[in-house]
């Protein structure tokens, strides 16, 4: 899980952005001003608790400001069905794949 983080705050970094993390969420990035602007959620596994869990989470730490980007980072091999059903609830999927130790994402 911290692996993946950390290839995320990289990643993050690439696009211009600065991620920050709390014992709370696992990445995020804030607005001009000091509002929370996209909330990562991680997990390394894609069963059904996990991505109830993520769901909770980032809906959980976004409800205090508006217009923030809800952001699941799951491994690529989660199925279309609930990528769909996340998706509704207006929360993005990031996917990952883990190759030769590098964090690959789409």
């Known amino acids: 899980h911290a692996y993946v983080v950390n290839a995320l705050a990289e990643f ?3 696009e211009g952005k600065i991620p920050f993390n ?3 969420v696992d990445l995020y990035t804030l607005d001009d001003n000091g509002n929370y602007e996209t909330i990562y959620e991680v997990k390394s596994k894609i ?6 869990t993520a769901i909770g989470q980032v809906c959980y730490h976004s409800v ?6 809800k952001v699941i ?21 990031k996917k990952y794949k883990i190759v030769d130790e590098q964090v690959i994402f789409e």
Do not use: A, F
Request: aromatic content about 2%.
């Open 12 to 14: 993050i970094e690439k």
């Open 22 to 24: 709390s014992k709370q």
């Open 47 to 52: 069963d059904t608790q996990s991505v109830y």
């Open 64 to 69: 205090l400001s508006d217009d923030v980007e």
């Open 73 to 93: 980072v799951l491994p690529k091999e989660i199925p279309r069905k609930i990528v769909h059903i996340i998706n509704r609830l207006q929360i993005r999927v």
